[in-house]
Nanobody, 122 residues
Framework: QVQLVESGGGLVQAGGSLRLSCAASGRTFSTYGVGWFRQGPGKDREFVAA????????YYADSVKGRFTISRDKTKNTVFLQMNNLKPEDTAVYYC???????????????WGQGTQVTVSS
């Protein structure tokens, strides 16, 4: 069993930065890949970024490439999403999720956090 708690969301002006954290409990978390997803107002949930269990591979949606960076600290059971040059269209609830399967497939994620709100003002 893995429990995930996101934090770090908030209100920021366009061009600003935020760093989201996903803290996990569970002894096996280090063997899970982790992804960040988001759901904006009136939109479907979409993939943002993912990192595999060994932190050797990262994946990004085209919309965030070059602006967002995903990383993980295994000693702290935490995954981060550094978000720079934020845009109003990045406004959404951001969720982290953990998978023992392929990090690029949303349907293979087993555990989800409760989400953290990110609002970017223009």
């Amino acid at each position: 069993q893995v429990q995930l708690v996101e934090s770090g969301g908030g209100l920021v002006q366009a061009g600003g930065s935020l760093r989201l954290s996903c803290a996990a409990s569970g002894r096996t978390f280090s063997t899970y890949g982790v992804g960040w997803f988001r759901q904006g107002p009136g939109k479907d949930r979409e993939f943002v970024a993912a990192i595999n269990w060994s932190a050797t591979m990262t994946y990004y949606a085209d919309s965030v490439k070059g602006r967002f960076t995903i990383s993980r600290d295994k000693t702290k059971n935490t995954v981060f999403l550094q978000m720079n040059n934020l845009k109003p269209e990045d406004t959404a609830v951001y969720y982290c999720a953990a998978t023992s399967g392929r990090v690029t497939r949303a349907r293979e994620y087993d555990y989800w956090g409760q989400g953290t709100q990110v609002t970017v003002s223009s």
